[in-house]
Each structure stands twice: as structure tokens, then as C-alpha cells.
Nanobody, 124 residues
Framework: QVHLVESGGGSVQAGDSLRLSCAAS????????MGWFRQGPGKEREFLSG????????YYAESVRGRFAISRDNAKNTVYLQMNNLNPGDTAVYYC?????????????????WGQGTQVTVSS
């Protein structure tokens, strides 16, 4: 059984940083591209970032490019999202996602597995 477990969320002040982690189990990690999405209150789920199976290619939504950085450690079956200069608009539940073989580049991509989400709250 596949599990994606996010951690690292919390309540922070505007301008702060957070690092989210997503630990994967039950799948062949390096056969899956990974991604991060979020869903804010009253908003649709949005794509944030994706990373290829070997970590050599990354993708970012324009809304977070330059502030967020995705990385992965295949030895630890973990993907990370470093979030800097957070603002109240970043308040959302953040989800980790996995896709077999192909890269995650947008919300239109078919996702094979989702995590349960971790809450990030940014106050001004």
C-alpha cells in the first residue's frame, strides 16, 4: 500500500520560511516523479512544483518561482519543498503527489498518489 506523508507545516509570520517534507513508502520511489500542490480556503487546488524521477528537472508555477524550491532524496524516499518569504496568500493545505514515470508539470497531469496534506498558515 502506497503512503505519502507530508510534514513540516505550521503557523508562521509573513516573511518566514518553512520546509515541507513528504516521505513515500510502498512504491518504487525513483520510478515516480513527485510534485507539490496546494489548496487555499475557498480556492481550487493549484500546482506548485514538480521534480523528475532523478531530480534533474524541476518545474514551478509562476506564483512561486524564485521563492519555493523543490528537491528530492531518492535514498530517503523523500521529496522536499523549501518555501521562503511566505505571505498570507500562501495559506493553504499543501499536498504531495506522485506520478508513475512521467513528470508532474501541472494540475492537468494524471496523479497516481496523493498525500493527506499539511496545513500552512501565514499571518501578517
Amino acid at each position: 500500500q502506497v503512503h505519502l506523508v507530508e510534514s513540516g507545516g505550521g503557523s508562521v509570520q509573513a516573511g518566514d520560511s518553512l520546509r515541507l517534507s513528504c516521505a513515500a513508502s510502498g512504491l518504487t520511489f525513483d520510478y515516480h516523479s513527485m510534485g507539490w500542490f496546494r489548496q487555499g480556503p475557498g480556492k481550487e487546488r493549484e500546482f506548485l512544483s514538480g521534480i523528475s524521477r532523478n531530480g534533474g528537472t524541476t518545474y514551478y508555477a509562476e506564483s512561486v518561482r524564485g521563492r519555493f524550491a523543490i528537491s528530492r532524496d531518492n535514498a530517503k524516499n523523500t521529496v522536499y519543498l523549501q518555501m521562503n518569504n511566505l505571505n498570507p496568500g500562501d495559506t493553504a493545505v499543501y499536498y504531495c503527489a506522485a506520478r508513475t514515470r512521467f513528470d508532474i508539470r501541472s494540475l492537468r497531469d494524471e496523479i497516481d498518489y496523493w498525500g493527506q496534506g499539511t496545513q500552512v498558515t501565514v499571518s501578517s
